[in-house]
């Protein structure tokens, strides 16, 4: 994954998250639940980050979306994470992809946590979930 983030598409996500607001559901339950799945990986990237100080590992947080998660490192005080992450061989600074070897270790597990997580809000909501 040279220069680019790394992504997980899943298809139908927004049909759901449409369906919800549709029924009149509380989207706070998808935002909880692509918190949770964004911070399988931050837990995962935190030991993977490379330590000096431990300011980057400090950073390194989820956001919460209603059909996305998101994980961030980095931060004004912290401007280097991305260097860290993707390197800058301009500079012989080699890549040390923590977020993305986090999110590939815990694939299974987040893919897991989308499946029971959706079905719950579906069935908290009166949706079918098939």
Known sequence: MAGGAARVRVDGLNKVARALRKSGADMQDMSDLMHAIGMLVVV????????LSGALQGTIRAGRGKTKAVVRAGSARVPYAGVEHYGWP?????????????????????????????????????LPNT
């Open 44 to 51: 995962a990237a935190q030991p993977r980050a490379p330590y």
């Open 90 to 126: 301009a500079h012989n600074i080699s890549a040390h992809p923590f977020l993305t070897d986090a999110l590939r270790a815990e694939q299974a597990e987040i893919f897991d946590q989308l499946d029971r997580g959706l079905m719950a809000v579906l069935s908290k909501n009166g």
